[in-house]
Nanobody, 115 residues
Framework: QVRLVESGGGSVQAGDPLRLACTAS????????MGWYRQGPGKERELVAS???????NYADSLKGRVAISRDKDKNMVYLVINNLKIEDTAVYFC?????????WGQGTQVTVSS
């Protein structure tokens, strides 16, 4: 069982950057894919960014140019940086690990963007 714990959320100002971190209880980079999802008020959960075991990244089209996903294999951590935050980035952000078709989820961290 892999446990994922997110950190770094909170209340931020529009235009500011934000970095979220996800700490995994086990090695999650040998196989599978790590990702960040978000769910805004009244919206469905959507993929923000992902990174595979070989380092291939993928980003939501709506966020390309503003987000970056990275990882620290030694620490079993994945990071998400969002630049130039917008009001519509307000959401709960979830860390995800997908391995052999099974999804592990963190509890999520709230990000609230205000003007």
């Amino acid at each position: 069982q892999v446990r994922l714990v997110e950190s770094g959320g909170g209340s931020v100002q529009a235009g500011d950057p934000l970095r979220l971190a996800c700490t995994a209880s086990d090695d999650v980079f040998e196989i599978g894919r790590m990702g960040w999802y978000r769910q805004g008020p009244g919206k469905e959960r959507e993929l923000v960014a992902s990174i595979t075991s070989v380092g291939v990244t993928n980003y939501a089209d709506s966020l390309k140019g503003r987000v970056a996903i990275s990882r620290d294999k030694d620490k079993n951590m994945v990071y998400l940086v969002i630049n130039n935050l917008k009001i519509e980035d307000t959401a709960v952000y979830f860390c995800n690990y997908r391995k052999l078709g099974y999804d592990y989820w963190g509890q999520g961290t709230q990000v609230t963007v205000s003007s």
